[in-house]
């Protein structure tokens, strides 16, 4: 039943971003997606959702934080559809009359990730509509189906279910919880170039064949960081980043599609002399170091290094250098 104390207030969902540790390209499956194997952990980077049930004829979004940001065919909207549709189902109500069973709602989306960046920001704020939906509602939807629905809203949405480190395969559905590294969680420089990406674009070029020579060491690197990411520290998975970065498949394809990011990966490595990772289709580069301090002594050196004009502008507007690190404490949600 609905809680009518809980409808007053607003749902508040943090929506983390993703990097991919590693991401190994299987092949190409009959729906047209290729599987994967990729060992993903939310960030501190993050956006904020508020989500309250309101009046008026239909949803509504109001974005702050990047004028960039399409407010229209936005994944959150998308997200609070299909979950209405979802509690109609479940309440027995016929779809006509779904905002009877799930009333409109008014959303609000403090946004801090890059679009477009590989970092699944639109992803992870469709997680956070689709639960933060059934909570507004006071909609209990059973872990399955919520896991079927946010396959059904994109790839990258199921793992951000899991609210924790994840070995992701299939498409993107299959997610297996990780234990997060042990200690103090490592840092992450993220470097992001004011170019959107289109993933579709690049995994088009990699179908097309623009794949690493060296076949089979990022599975190999993925099975093996899947295995023990549990047992590694901060310093230990510093010590194995020169692995971890060159173990995302799509690195060719991304390169071939924006060739200016060729030297623009080349600055940063040469700037900061760490191994540079990308994640997920890109354009954003990621470096590990052990400790925040780290990451924001490199973030000051590689600002430094953009001013100077050491660093190929690929865009108008300067790269987004931000330290974060991996999310504290990961809250799973359930088992
Ligand atoms: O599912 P999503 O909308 O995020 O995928 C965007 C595009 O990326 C797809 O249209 C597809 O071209 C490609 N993709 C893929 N295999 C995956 C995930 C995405 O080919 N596992």
């Known amino acids: 039943m609905t809680d009518p104390v809980r409808r007053l207030t607003p749902v508040v969902r943090i929506a983390p971003a993703k990097l991919n540790l590693t991401l190994a390209m299987g092949g190409r499956r009959p729906d047209g997606f290729h599987a994967l194997h990729s060992v ?64 409109i709602l008014a959303a609000r989306l403090e946004k801090r990730i890059p679009v477009a960046a590989g970092l699944a920001g639109g992803s992870s704020d469709a997680a956070a509509a689709l639960d933060g939906a059934f909570e507004a509602w ?27 480190p994840a070995l992701v395969e299939g498409r993107g559905e299959r997610v297996t919880p990780l234990p997060p590294p042990r200690g103090n969680q490592p840092a992450v420089l993220l470097v992001t170039p004011a170019r959107p990406v289109s993933t579709a674009d690049v995994f088009a070029a990699f179908a097309a064949g623009v794949r690493p020579a ?18 590694l520290s901060a310093q230990d998975l510093v010590a194995r980043a020169g692995v971890l970065a060159s173990a995302n498949d799509l690195i060719p394809a991304t390169l071939a599609v924006y060739p200016a990011l060729v030297g623009f990966r080349r600055a940063v490595m040469r700037t900061l002399g760490r191994p540079v990772g990308q994640s997920g289709s890109g354009p954003t580069c990621w470096v590990i170091y052990p400790s925040i301090d780290d990451a924001e002594g490199a973030a000051a050196d590689l600002r430094r290094a953009v001013d100077e004009g050491r660093v190929p502008p690929v865009a108008a507007r300067a790269p987004f250098i931000h330290a974060t690190r991996l999310a504290e404490e990961p809250e799973r949600s359930e088992p």
């Open 40 to 103: 993903m952990v939310p960030l501190a980077l993050a956006d904020r959702l508020s989500l309250a049930v309101a009046g008026g004829p239909r949803d509504s979004l109001h974005v702050d934080g990047n004028p960039d940001l399409p407010v229209e065919g936005n994944f959150v909207l998308g997200a609070i559809e299909l979950a209405r549709a979802a509690v109609a189902v479940v309440r027995r109500v016929p779809v006509e009359r779904a905002t009877d069973a799930a009333p």
């Open 138 to 164: 006071g909609a209990e939807v059973a872990a399955g189906a919520r896991r079927l629905l946010a396959a059904q809203l994109g790839s990258d949405v199921p793992f951000f279910l899991a609210r924790g």
């Open 214 to 231: 060296s076949g089979g060491a990022s599975r190999a690197a993925s099975e093996h960081l899947a295995s023990e990411l549990g047992r």
